[in-house]
């Protein structure tokens, strides 16, 4: 017979174990991490994350579903491609169809029928590079929909409050990325006033399955870096962002920034370097010690008719793929290699069918998470930099 204790039905944000007999219910943390290898040659690890949707190892590529959807592919097609995680847009959902009507659906997770860890961004990137309109206040953002035209008012406690409604496993900050380049003087306000909007944002955080994690900002500034970095940490969150990256700065540049801001961050909490997804740069930061990325490029590519293979990029629009009756990529395990030739993808596209740009979308994401396994793996044996260097060749890549 079950003993009769008030503890019995423990809320999933909740976990119970006995101590001497004693009965011990603590909270559950939204997010574990766990480092199992750190690299011998460069500041690379691998590591564990759990989540309530399940765990996920890292270093890792996160595809992007904007609008509840990885655009032309299914969760079916993610699920097997080894999609371990995947982001959606705050802001296109907050517009359509509407976070309350998500919320209804059961959250993003029933909503899209996709059973894995799902993270969303804060909205505030689209704020800024949508908007033809705006004005940033002390309260939030003032600034247009870019549909309608309406006016439309965005904080740091409605960031979150939509975020909630969501359901991701992990949520972000609300904050300016600011242009590049921009003054010492505009990076010094902008960094403060993002710094005081986490606060908020911490403050108006409501769900405990959710982590809520902290953007670092500063531009190519190494002091405003290091501020942001520390003072994020003092405020305390379970995950750490770059931000401002990829935001019209050189290659060089960004790596500086990277490296501005990672080293104040604890080596126990997951690092995320948001919207970067080329060959290079997924190198660059694996190496300094990120563990999560996501991109539109590969998708977006695929729709223009670029395939990322293992011998370059391939633009299979070209001429002399119209006879060429060989698979895409011959080292590649997905759905479209094993099934369509060169010949077939480039008339797809150049009549612009869109299962053409559904096959190459599952044949990109399905290349940089291979990448990903390969780079783990790499770690794993201590080989990163020869990994590295393969790629690198075959990419044509300079340091």
Known sequence: MKPDFPFQKVPRDFFLFT????IIVMKKEAIEFKILKKSSETKARTAVMTTPHGDVK?????????????KF????????????FILSNTYHCWLRPGEKIIEAAGGLHKFMNYDGPILTDSGGFQVFSLAQMRNIKEEGVYFKNHLSGDKLFLSPEKAIEIQNSLGA??????DECPPFPATYEYMKDSVDRTLRWAIRGKEAHKRADQALFGIVQGGEFEDL???????LVKIGFPGYAIGGTSVGEDKPTMYKMIDYGIKYLPEDKPRYLMGVGTVDAIFAGVERGIDMFDCVLPTRIARHGTAMTTLGNLNIRNKKFEEDFSTLDENCDCYTCKNYTKAYLRHLIKANEGLGMRLLSIHNLRFLLKLMEEIR???????????????????DIKE
């Open 169 to 174: 496993d992990i949520i972000m900050s609300f």
């Open 58 to 70: 890292t270093p890792m590529f996160m595809p992007v579903g904007t609008l509840a959807t990885v």
């Open 19 to 22: 101590y001497f007999g004693i």
């Open 225 to 231: 870096r290091e501020y942001s970095a520390k003072e």
């Open 377 to 395: 793996e790499s770690i794993n044996n201590d080989s990163f930099l020869e990994l590295k260097e393969h790629y690198y060749k075959i990419y």
């Open 73 to 84: 592919v299914s969760p079916e097609e993610l699920y097997d491609i080894g999609s371990q």
